[in-house]
């Protein structure tokens, strides 16, 4: 059976909240610390939970916002997820990913009541080269660890440090459940690799000695159109103030155009 980001064992309900409880695979491994997962594969399990509870035809989720409390262990863990703020036309939805006793990330979702706003549609984020247009890119290979060996990318060749484009995929599913690998839905594939924005074009480039960390302490992705496909295209720029914090925003794309934005947070520590 084909390697996947996560193992699904249960999944209850606990008055209005639904509570299932993982084990996290090697394709989710972080970079920073072997013994922790990937902020971008466990993005995707958080969509993945919130996408599945209590769906509506009529709604579909704008923006999740990530924060991460502390280490995202790579282990067992649980993700309780119930309703914050109810509502007819927009609600409020929370996933909780807990692990040994603590809490690892908090994500809220704005679910939304959808309509026919063709009429007034209009973007101003242009088009980027799509990936079959690109060469492949090796340039992340360095960091190690389960995630980044799971992914594939394209770049732009006029890429600088702190500025550029990246196209990424991958071919591991998110979720194992009951001894079956579940087909993986756009939105949570795109999603699960949003987070590696912070890798692609460090200001901070470190290929031998990493002297610098820059780990995000969040991650807001907010969408004016679901995304579709499996490749993710990162429109990014990374700038770091002269106090320890930094930011790195991307516009974020498919092969049929940009879909929305994300933005972190970063701590920014000399070693």
Known sequence: ??????????????????????????????AWNEHEQHMAASTGILSYELENFMPRADMRIGRI?????????????????????????IELIEAVMDANGKTCIVARAWRMVTSDTSAVAGLEDDKIAHPEQ????????HWGGGYINSIYLKSDPDNRQGKGIVWINTDVEMVTENGEVKPTSDFVHLLGLVDTANGIVPRIYQPDNIEWLFPNLDLQIHMHRLPEGRWLGLETIQQIGHDGVGLTSSILHDVHGAFGHSEQILTVRQL
């Open 1 to 30: 059976m084909q390697p996947t980001f996560y193992t699904l064992h249960e999944r209850t309900t606990e008055g209005n909240t639904t509570i299932a409880r993982y084990t996290a695979n090697l394709p989710s491994q972080g």
């Open 65 to 89: 916002s990530l924060d991460i409390w502390g280490l995202i262990h790579l282990g067992d863990f649980t993700i309780s997820t119930r309703v914050l703020r109810p509502g007819r036309t």
């Open 134 to 141: 690109l060469p492949d890119w090796n340039g992340m290979k």
